[in-house]
């Protein structure tokens, strides 16, 4: 009985670590760092030259992504999707401060891209950011 039991624990440990270890493997890691906005449509906004964002990854499947003009949001990833979902909204006072924004956000190289909906209004808005070399 004491075999049998040594077995049955082992097998439990192993098969645990297995679905650990493969959540990790199929994780699309959006990699830390900052973004150039290179196009946006949507929300009646135009191309902003002068606006990135800062990726940071705080756990294995969560990040916080940060704009240089206010707004945060935190999205976690979708293994089924294979893509990041979360919310971004304004942190100081903005015209659009208080609103939030629901985003699905991959990653395709060295380019982001930002989709989702204005969660009032249900407007779609995608916006496009580039990592420099």
């Known amino acids: 009985m004491k075999s049998f039991n040594k077995l049955t624990t082992v097998y439990c440990v192993s098969f645990i670590l297995i679905l650990s270890v493969s959540s990790v493997c199929y994780s699309q890691t959006i990699k830390n760092g900052t973004y150039k906005q290179t196009s946006v449509s949507g929300l009646g906004w135009g191309d902003c030259a002068t606006c990135n964002i800062t990726i940071e990854n705080v ?54 891209n930002l989709i989702g909906t204005h969660r009032n209004s249900g407007e779609k808005y995608s916006i496009t950011y580039r990592k420099d070399k």
């Open 59 to 112: 756990t294995p499947d969560i990040i916080k992504i940060i704009s240089n003009n206010g707004w945060i949001g935190f999205a976690v990833y979708d293994i089924k999707e294979d893509k990041y979902n979360g919310a971004w909204q304004w942190k100081k006072e903005h015209p659009w401060n208080g609103h939030i924004f629901d985003c699905s956000i991959f990653q395709d190289g060295r380019v982001i």
